[in-house]
């Protein structure tokens, strides 16, 4: 009996360290876990965003799981549940959505943005002025939809200021967002669309036709928006100093954006 119990105490003094081993193995693996910083960012953010992400992504151990779209959509799906550590919409009128929630934290201006009538590179068109696009020399202008874009938002203001909103209902081709307007002019299922200058940058199948004049529309102002899940992530302010240091700020100009000071 003293023979069997010197055998146990002897297996216990091998097993336990094996045992303490293998819970601080686990608590150290989740240690170390990539963390993740979610993102909910308007579409025309998408070519300076992925790129800053990659860029991040290498110097941090930690994923940016950035999703883009519409931002009136992306500010819906917010108050419909949607998790997001930030809101990066065109605009601060989305936001007005998350106004009477719990949801948001803090707002910054990040950057500043344009419009343009664009073309496809194909279309020898030109033109003079903005009341052009009511006559028979134009058919098929797409804009993105203001129900889910500020870019349609901004776009109606602007032709509504240049009398010719009316003129264009039967013209008008909606889309969900800029990207989705600048698809229709890519495949010329459209003969112009209005986008942000941004669009256009690194597009070899468009081209300008005019710069919509910027006293027509409210400035384009993209503010990141701060929610309350964000509190929990210690990475986030870790990330939001990153947009604004000057390797950021140089990306966004790469693709036309202006940074707020």
């Not at 009996?1 to 055998?7: D, E, G, P, R, V």
Request: proline share 4%; aromatic share 8%.
């Amino acid at each position: 009996m003293k023979f069997l119990l010197q055998i146990q105490v002897r297996l216990l003094q091998l097993v336990f360290p094996l045992i303490i081993f293998s819970v601080l193995l686990i608590i150290s693996c989740n240690n170390t876990k990539t963390q993740e910083i979610t993102i909910l960012a308007a579409a025309s953010l998408a070519d300076a965003l992925s790129e800053i992400e990659k860029a991040y992504e290498s110097q941090n151990e930690i994923d940016l799981l950035i999703s883009y779209g519409g931002s009136q959509m992306l500010a819906n799906q917010i108050v419909h549940g949607a998790k997001t550590d930030l809101f990066i919409p065109a605009g601060y009128t989305p936001l007005t959505k998350l106004e009477n929630t719990a949801i948001l934290e803090k707002v910054y201006p990040l950057l500043t943005n344009s419009l343009v009538l664009v073309t496809h590179t194909s279309n020898t068109s030109s033109i003079n002025n903005l009341g052009e696009l009511s006559t028979q020399k134009f058919n098929k202008i797409s804009i993105a939809d203001p129900n889910f874009s500020p870019a349609g938002t901004y776009a109606k203001t602007a032709l509504s200021n240049h009398g010719i909103w009316g003129d264009l209902q039967d013209k008008i081709i909606l889309g969900v967002n800029v990207r989705t307007v600048l698809s229709y002019v890519e495949n010329q299922n459209v003969e112009v669309g209005i986008v942000y200058k941004t669009d256009t940058i690194s597009n070899n199948n468009i081209r300008s036709l005019a710069i919509i004049p910027q006293e027509s529309y409210p400035e384009i102002q993209y503010p990141i928006a701060i929610t309350k899940t964000a509190i929990d992530n210690k990475h986030t302010s870790h990330f939001i100093e990153y947009l604004f240091s000057p390797e950021s700020s140089n990306k966004f100009l790469k693709y036309g954006f202006k940074t707020v000071d």
